[in-house]
Every structure is written in structure tokens, then in C-alpha cells.
């Protein structure tokens, strides 16, 4: 199974400040015949589900602001809130979708400063 | 609008069976993959299995903890997807979402349900 590894375990920003979270897969999810990255981020808020933000490493669900962004390629990965705000506040996973079992990382909780 | 209603969750013994359902409502069910995925107390996403759409086949895929005792099905007449439980352990406590896979390629989760909880105790 490809384990999925997420760094910090927490994290805490002040409001407008830039939020980064890392993830770290431990097989390459970098498919070589679509040059495509199977990787996905989720936002889980408190007592609700959790929703898709990004997918292809960078691409956007639709409705999702253009303060979160994907990065990264082959193994690691990182996803960024360029200006916290205050409904922000949630845990967010990465996941990825290379190989059966569909793995994700163990969570990132973020928190406002 | 779609929107996914799960049910059957509830207090099991060790050893017992459960059925959860989702009620799928929104989009043509019968054309997507779908998929549950569990959340034990405190604790992180697990994906359980997927079940695919008729026309690729309507296999299952499971998470290896879920072999053998897990087994999804879907009703395409009445837009449900199912899950069963069997040989229930404390360790199946968490709350069980239903959710739809985006494409066959894109692997991801895109319309959730609100998930129910499934207590496994003596």
C-alpha cells in the first residue's frame, strides 16, 4: 500500500498569513504515460464531511477559492492557503488515487493564531 | 441539487451484522462509481471499497482490513448504495460515509453524505 505522510501534524497561522501543508507519499503517484500526479487534498471542517479542493495535485474543484493551491510532483506534494481566513479552520488531507487501496495522509489540523 | 442520505448506522455488539444504506439523489446514480469511507473516533479518512457503475462491470475494490468480512452492492432501480458489515469488531466504530467518485480515472471524492455511525460494543 502507499502510505501517506502529512507534515505538521498541526499548524496554527494568523489571519491573512500564508498556510502550508506537506505531504509525502512512499511510491511515486507521478503516472509516466499522462505525466499526471494522483493526488487529491480534502478540507474536513468541524462535525461535517469532508469535501475535494484540489485533484491532479494542482487542479481546483470548481467553487473552491483561488487562495488554496496545489503543488508538487513524483513524491511530495504541498498544498497552500495564500491568505488565511477565519472559515479556513478545518483539517486537511491529502490522498491519493495512483493505486488501490486509495490512501490518505493522517491529517493536518490548522488553526487560526 | 445532490445530496447523499445515509442510514442503518447504529449500536452493534461484537460479532453482529449491520446494513448501512445511502440514497443517492441528483444525478444519474446508475453512471457513477461509488464509494465508502470510514472515520474512526478522533481519527483520520480510511477508504473502505468502491463499487463501479454497470457498464464497467459494477466490480468492488476493497481496503485489505475490509476483506472478506465488508461487501458494497448497489440498487440502480432505486438509486441506493449499500454496505454490509458482518462479524462486526470494536475497531468498526467510526462514522461511515457514502460518496461519489468523480470519474473512473479521477479517483477522488466529490459529493459526500453526512455520514452515519456505526458503534461497535458489548
Known amino acids: 500500500d502507499i502510505v501517506m505522510t502529512q507534515s505538521p501534524d498541526s499548524l496554527a497561522v494568523s489571519l491573512g498569513e500564508r498556510a502550508t501543508i506537506n505531504c509525502n507519499s512512499s511510491?511515486?503517484?507521478?503516472?509516466?504515460?499522462?505525466?499526471?500526479?494522483?493526488l487529491a487534498w480534502y478540507q474536513q471542517k468541524p462535525g461535517q464531511a469532508p469535501e475535494v479542493l484540489i485533484y491532479?495535485?494542482?487542479t481546483r474543484e470548481s467553487g473552491v477559492p483561488d487562495r488554496f493551491s496545489g503543488s508538487g510532483s513524483g513524491t511530495d506534494f504541498t498544498l497552500t492557503i495564500s491568505s488565511l481566513q477565519a472559515e479556513d479552520v478545518a483539517v486537511y488531507y491529502c490522498?491519493?488515487?495512483?493505486?488501490?487501496?486509495?490512501?490518505f495522509g493522517q491529517g493536518t489540523k490548522l488553526e487560526i493564531k | 441539487e445532490v445530496q447523499l442520505v445515509e442510514s442503518g448506522g447504529g449500536l452493534v455488539k461484537p460479532g453482529g451484522s449491520l446494513r448501512l444504506s445511502c440514497v443517492v439523489s441528483?444525478?444519474?446514480?446508475?453512471?457513477?462509481?461509488m464509494t465508502w469511507v470510514r472515520q474512526g473516533p478522533g481519527k483520520g479518512l480510511e477508504w473502505v471499497g468502491h463499487?463501479?457503475?454497470?457498464?464497467?462491470?459494477?466490480?468492488?475494490d476493497y481496503g485489505a482490513p475490509m476483506k472478506g468480512r465488508f461487501t458494497i452492492s448497489r440498487d440502480d432501480s432505486i438509486n441506493t448504495l449499500y454496505l454490509q458489515i458482518n462479524s462486526l469488531k470494536t475497531e468498526d466504530t467510526a462514522v461511515y460515509y457514502c460518496?461519489?467518485?468523480?470519474?473512473?480515472?479521477?479517483?477522488?471524492?466529490?459529493?459526500w453524505g453526512q455520514g452515519t455511525l456505526v458503534i461497535v460494543s458489548s
Open positions: 511510491q511515486n503517484i507521478l503516472y509516466s504515460s499522462n505525466n499526471m500526479n494522483y
Open positions: 441528483g444525478l444519474t446514480f446508475s453512471n457513477v462509481w
Open positions: 460518496a461519489t467518485v468523480k470519474t473512473h480515472s479521477v479517483r477522488v471524492f466529490d459529493y
Open positions: 490522498q491519493q488515487y495512483y493505486s488501490s487501496p486509495y490512501t
Open positions: 463499487i463501479k457503475n454497470k457498464n464497467d462491470a459494477g466490480t468492488t
Open positions: 491532479w495535485a494542482s
